[in-house]
């Protein structure tokens, strides 16, 4: 009998079918959530240790990496790492692999399914019929606003963003987006500056990496760009969106309604977003299906099998 690789698991995948499950028939996983002193679980249990297997919800620091001195590969759940310092790990050499394209279509899915809700007010009207008003008071919910043919801003155009252009063009929709550079390779049109995007567009959805260099980029500015009838969808990151200016946007009737499955501070989503009908919430369930979550735990195990056995990873994130 081979013994088992050690790693490290940074936390519980409890969103995943069955990835704790392989990861302990695989490996001999420290569990490292476990332990509410993880200094000095790590300096009992970190040495030796070459491979980690976290999220972008349970990130690596660089002060984690430090307390595993053997450490040489990060093996991700998940395609955004924001938390995962990168730079860190480069400068030490460490393999950061996290998982691309398996998530990208339902992704894409749920952002057109928060922007039909809000445009058609499918929420407020399923709240309606469950609080049984329907019948009971006079008239019905308000008009809501047509979706196909209308005006569509991408912020963010990689591989989900790109998922979203397409499902545009089915919907008769003209598309055009921001992005750190313009690319080459599509016909939608480029706009370099976010707040004119907005100007132009009926609705921006939101599908940029997160991360110090995104953060609070959909400011106020672009949100009163979009006006009192756009629609702000979110399926990226929270901090994307400056949310304080988006709850007095939406209240000062400036903006016209938020679809969002992200939030600044999850999972703590501002009252004013919760309790009124201009916000479509959702409890950040992008790539919550059965099938993508097991294509996620897939390729992770991948990545990690692939460092273990010839030193390299499938999906390198960067
Ligand atoms: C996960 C995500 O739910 O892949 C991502 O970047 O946002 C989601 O698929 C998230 O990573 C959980 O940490």
Avoid at 22 to 37: G, T
Avoid at 219 to 244: H, M, Q, S, W, Y
Avoid at 278 to 298: F, K
């Amino acid at each position: 009998m081979t013994t088992k690789q050690r790693i490290i698991q940074v936390g519980s995948y409890a969103g995943s079918p069955s990835a704790n499950a392989r990861l302990a028939e695989s490996y001999d996983v420290f569990e490292l959530w476990k332990h509410e002193d993880r200094k000095a679980a790590l300096a009992e249990h970190g040495k030796g240790v070459t491979a980690l297997v976290t999220s972008a919800t349970f990130g690596c620091s660089a002060e984690l990496m430090d307390a595993l001195p053997d450490l040489k590969a990060i093996c991700s759940w998940g395609v955004g790492y924001e938390t995962i310092d990168v730079a860190a790990a480069k400068a030490r050499g460490i393999l950061v692999s996290n998982t691309p394209d398996v998530l990208t279509d339902c992704v894409a899915d749920l952002a057109w399914g928060l922007l039909i809700a809000a445009a058609r007010r499918i929420g407020q009207g399923e709240r309606f019929v469950r609080a049984g008003q329907w019948g009971q008071v006079h008239g019905n919910i308000p008009l809501g606003m047509r979706v196909s043919g209308k005006k569509l801003g991408i912020v963010g155009l990689g591989r989900i963003g790109d998922a979203i252009a397409r499902r545009g063009l089915g919907f008769d929709m003209e598309v055009r987006y921001h992005n750190r550079r313009q690319r080459d390779d599509v016909d939608y049109g480029y706009e370099a500056n976010l707040v004119d995007l907005a100007r132009w567009a009926d609705f921006l959805i939101v599908a940029t990496v997160g991360g110090p260099q995104t953060r609070h980029l959909v400011g106020r500015e672009v949100l009163e760009a979009l006006g009192p009838k756009g629609i702000v969808v979110n399926i990226a990151r929270g901090p994307v969106i400056d949310e304080t200016a988006l709850v007095e946007a939406l209240t000062s009737g400036k903006l016209g309604f938020a679809a969002l499955d992200v939030f600044e501070h999850e999972p703590k989503v501002p009252e004013a977003l919760r309790t009124g009908d201009q916000a479509v919430v959702l409890p950040h369930i992008g790539s919550a299906t059965y099938e993508t979550r097991m294509g996620m735990e897939d390729l992770m195990l991948a990545n990690l099998k692939s460092y273990f056995e010839t030193g390299t990873v499938v999906t390198p994130a960067e």
